[in-house]
C-alpha cells in the first residue's frame, strides 16, 4: 500500500514552505542586489557627473534611466515577496492529519494505536511539514518492506521537547537486512534523519530481525 499525497495537508504546508523558501533566496540575492545598483548608479550620477564635465548630456540620460528601472524593479520585487510571504495559512492540524494516515491503514487490515498527548497547536509551518513528512514516510516504509501487522504511533511533548515515536511488528532491520539505495529504502532513512537535523533534533532506529522496528524523533520545541 502507498499512501495517497496528491493534495495531503502535508503538500499544501510544504508548498507553503517552499514558497517562504524562495522568498528568502529572492530576498537574499536579488533584492539586496538591486538595493547596491541603485545606491551606486545614485552615487555615479550625483558624484562622478559632477566632477566630470566632459561627460556627455547622453550620458547622463542613461545613467538616469537605469536608475529608474532598477527602482522599478526593486519596488516590484518586493510587492511580490510581499505576497509570498503573507499567504494564508493552509487548514492543517497534525493530530487529525496523522488520525487520517492511520485510518487508511486500518482500513486495509493493519491493528493501529495512536497516542497523542499535549502536542502543540501552534507549531511553525517548517515543523508541521518536517514532521509529518517523518512519520508518513515511515508509514510508508511500513507498508512497503515491513511486513508488519501492528502499528503504534505516540506524539507528545515534555520538557521543552517533542517526541515522536513509529513502532511496528515487522521483520525488522539486522545486518542481513538488504537496505540497498537501489529500492529507495536506505535514502529514505536517510531523508528521515535529514528532516530531524533540520529542526535541531534528532532520530533513531532501533530494529532486529523478526522483532520490528522503532523510530523516534526528539526535537526541541520552537521558541
Request: glycine content about 6%; proline content about 4%.
Amino acid at each position: 500500500m502507498v499512501l495517497d499525497v496528491g493534495d495531503s495537508p502535508l503538500t499544501r504546508v510544504a508548498r507553503e514552505a517552499e514558497r517562504r523558501r524562495i522568498a528568502r533566496e529572492l530576498h537574499d540575492g536579488v533584492v539586496q542586489s538591486l538595493t547596491a545598483l541603485v545606491k551606486d548608479l545614485e552615487y555615479f550620477r550625483k558624484r562622478r557627473l559632477s566632477t566630470e564635465g566632459e561627460i556627455s548630456q547622453d550620458v547622463t540620460q542613461r545613467l538616469e534611466a537605469w536608475q529608474e528601472m532598477a527602482r522599478d524593479s526593486l519596488l516590484s520585487m518586493r510587492e511580490t515577496l510581499g505576497e509570498l510571504r503573507h499567504t494564508p495559512k493552509p487548514d492543517f492540524a497534525m493530530e487529525a492529519s496523522v488520525q487520517k494516515l492511520l485510518d487508511e491503514l486500518c482500513s486495509v487490515g493493519y491493528t493501529i494505536t495512536f497516542e497523542c498527548e499535549d502536542w502543540p497547536t501552534n507549531l511553525t509551518y517548517e515543523y508541521e511539514a518536517n514532521l509529518y513528512y517523518i512519520i508518513r514516510e515511515s508509514l510508508t516504509n511500513i507498508c512497503k518492506h515491513a511486513h508488519a501487522s501492528k502499528i503504534s504511533i505516540f506524539m507528545f511533548s515534555d520538557e521543552g521537547l517533542l517526541h515522536v515515536s513509529v513502532i511496528d511488528n515487522g521483520v525488522g532491520m539486522g545486518l542481513s537486512t538488504p537496505i540497498h539505495s537501489e529500492n529507495g529504502y536506505h535514502q529514505g532513512l536517510i531523508g528521515l534523519r535529514e528532516r530531524a537535523d533540520m529542526l535541531g533534533g534528532r532520530l533513531t532506529i532501533v530494529s532486529a530481525p523478526d522483532r520490528g522496528t522503532r523510530i523516534d524523533v526528539e526535537v526541541p520545541l520552537p521558541l
